[in-house]
């Protein structure tokens, strides 16, 4: 030591204490504090003349009197190394790791201490072990491999535990001795599920691992690279994912059956669709076959009349004959009588012919053509009765289906008549058409006493019918409002009260609205 070292030696010293970043404590045999550094000031909130009343046992927690003191003295007296608590003036103490040696100065024996406030290093100790303890209660199988290597560093709990490995067994092991790739596993193979996965996210594999008892774990492993002072490490977290198999594989299995379920239900469906159709057919065929036999009913009231008088006229012609009484002018006059019916009966073919002409195209027609020769078919049955038509009716072109609208018109005028004939008072059917914007209503209402509310709701089902079995089917009005459906038009009904000559009746009122 130099000679200016020697002179300042006090200075140089103080100087160094005052600049260290740790608590500087000097202090005799006793445990008297002698000095302080500034750190070690700051840091118990005294000041120096006030810390030189102290002993040491009176700034630490755990020796906190002389006999602890001395006992602590006694066991380690060349150097002394601990961690305890200081306390400050105020009270609060704080963790701190202390170093002090025994040093002779003028034959006298001092202590002098470093301390070392380790409140972060603790917390960061508390930190990790906290961290540390999430790792190993973790469900997950946590690994730390050394890149270059592929040794394992760490393990987790789950690990030993799944894989029946100590930790120190892992520490010797590459993650290729109990690892292997999806493909190796006979007995499960990788759902389309986690193919998807696989190829979309790089960071997640899946694999298998080999327990030390020779089981073998499906696995999803996410994959990080980490640098820790400038060595590359990878942190596996892999989970047992049998359970999820299971489930992907029951759902496949699931999803499979339900295709072919579908497939079946496909079929029942266009088997009941078919039937359906079949069934509407045998309907319409049913409801055809009704109002055939009305027209034909209809024809016979037709022919009755001329009929019978072709007869009288033949008849009287062969009994003129008979008696000699039959010359060239009855002759001529009587075939000309048969000849006028017999034109009468062929009128009367023309006016039905065209209502059983299978016609399943649309046609341009004028409504209210059509609408007098539903009235007209539908007159002969009833000439006896005395039934009103009140027509309002516009000239209107139609494009649709001109035969299956007037089988729906024959339909509803027939049932109304139907009604009409039991009345004993005057009786009416009304016909009158209005527009609607883009819509055409046709209205047909009688003064017949109205439906009872208690079936108006059910009178387009198939089969309902009020009328003797005898003399209704129960399907015309359910085939008349499908054929008005099939015209993507609206056929309904509902009860109205008409006013006739200031006479109030209850009637039915059909409303078919059709688009034109």
């Known amino acids: ?129 906290f961290y540390f303890e999430l790792i190993n209660s973790s469900h997950d199988m946590i690994f730390l491999i050394e890149y270059d290597t592929k040794l394992v560093e760490f393990a987790n709990h789950r690990v030993c535990e799944t894989l029946g490995y100590s930790l120190e067994e892992l520490k010797g092991m590459k993650i290729s001795d109990f690892s292997d790739s999806f493909d190796k596993m006979n007995s499960i193979e990788l759902p389309e599920v986690f193919k998807k996965i696989e190829k979309l996210n790089k960071i997640t594999k899946f694999g298998i691992y080999k327990t030390k008892d020779g089981q073998k774990i499906p696995v999803e492993t996410s994959v990080h690279l980490k640098n820790y002072h400038g060595k590359d490490y990878v942190t596996a977290i892999s989970r047992n994912i049998s359970d999820r198999l299971e489930v992907e594989h029951k759902k496949e299995e699931l999803n499979n059956k339900l295709r072919d379920y579908n497939k079946t239900l496909q079929k029942d469906i266009s088997k009941v669709k078919q039937e359906l159709i079949e069934y509407e057919n045998i309907m319409k065929r049913q409801s055809k076959m009704a109002a055939m036999g009305e027209m034909l009913e209809n024809i016979a009231h037709q022919w009755r009349q001329p009929l019978s008088a072709v007869s009288v006229l033949s008849t009287g012609m062969i009994l003129q004959n008979e008696q000699d009484l039959l010359n060239k002018e009855l002759l001529d006059a009587g075939l000309n009588d048969i000849n006028e019916q017999v034109q009468y009966l062929s009128k009367t073919i023309d006016d039905f012919r065209n209502f059983f002409k299978p016609n399943k195209q649309k046609n341009h027609f004028n409504l209210k053509d059509l609408i007098n020769t539903s009235i007209k078919l539908s007159k002969a049955r009833y000439s006896g009765e005395h039934i009103n038509f009140i027509v309002n009716v516009e000239n209107i072109e139609l494009y649709t289906y001109e035969n299956e609208l007037l089988q729906v018109l024959l339909n509803i005028i027939s049932n109304a008549k139907d009604e009409l004939v039991n009345k004993d008072y005057e009786k009416y059917i009304f016909v009158e058409t209005y527009r609607h914007e883009s819509l055409l209503e046709i209205s047909i209402k009688d003064n017949g006493g109205g439906i009872n509310e208690l079936i108006i709701n059910r009178i387009f089902e198939p089969y309902f019918t009020t009328k003797h079995k005898y003399q209704g089917t129960g399907i015309g009005l359910y085939m008349s409002e499908n054929i008005i459906k099939h015209m993507s038009g609206l056929l309904s009904v509902k009860n109205e009260e008409i006013n006739i000559k200031d006479v109030s009746y209850a009637g039915a009122s059909f409303q078919i609205k059709l688009p034109y």
């Not at 000679?3 to 010293?13: H, P, Q, S, Y």
């Open 1 to 129: 030591m130099n000679t200016l070292m020697i002179e300042n030696f006090e200075e140089i010293l103080l100087s160094s204490f005052s600049l260290s970043s740790q608590a500087i404590y000097w202090s005799n045999k006793n445990g008297k504090i002698i000095y302080a550094n500034d750190y070690a000031l700051n840091g118990l909130g005294y000041t120096l003349e006030d810390i030189q009343k102290l002993y040491l046992w009176q700034i630490d927690v755990n020796i906190n009197n002389k006999q602890k003191y001395i006992n602590k003295l006694n066991e380690d007296y060349d150097s002394l190394s601990l961690k305890t608590y200081h306390k400050r003036s105020e009270g609060e103490v704080f963790p701190v790791e202390i170093v002090s040696k025994f040093t002779k100065i003028s034959e006298k024996e001092y202590i002098i201490s470093y301390a070392k406030d380790i409140t972060n290093k603790l917390k960061k100790d508390e930190d990790i072990n």
